[in-house]
């Protein structure tokens, strides 16, 4: 069942939004789940968010421009590119190192995601935020 999963993802990246509506929210954060607790923690988030940097690294240099960074972006966060790679590059520079990239998405993710700060993402609101980026 997981190697579904793992092919499911490697053709729906970058964006996991269509992930959301062709897999079953359980199935994604069993995935996630990789201590097996039941729950995605932030770890379990930014190490799936870890794999994402290499597919939308085209030039392969290891960082994200602003133009690789949108392509992680989905839906009407992609409208709002300039803001967040301002706010996500804490360090300057043109691009954005694996850390900022992490903790732009650590930063989504107790915004955004965790919403009840339980520090999980429960299917409820995984199905929550996609429903939303879309
Ligand atoms: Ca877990
Ligand atoms: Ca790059
Ligand atoms: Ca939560």
Redesign the pocket.
Known sequence: MKKAILAGLAVMSPALAPMATAQQPERVIAYLDKNADGKCDLNEYLGYQVSRITQ??????????QA?FKESLQGKAKTNIAVLFKGANSEGGR?LSKKEFLGYQAWVFKTFIDTDNDAFMSQEEWTSIMSKSG
């Open positions: 939308v690294d085209k030039d392969g240099d290891g960082e994200l421009n690789e691009t």
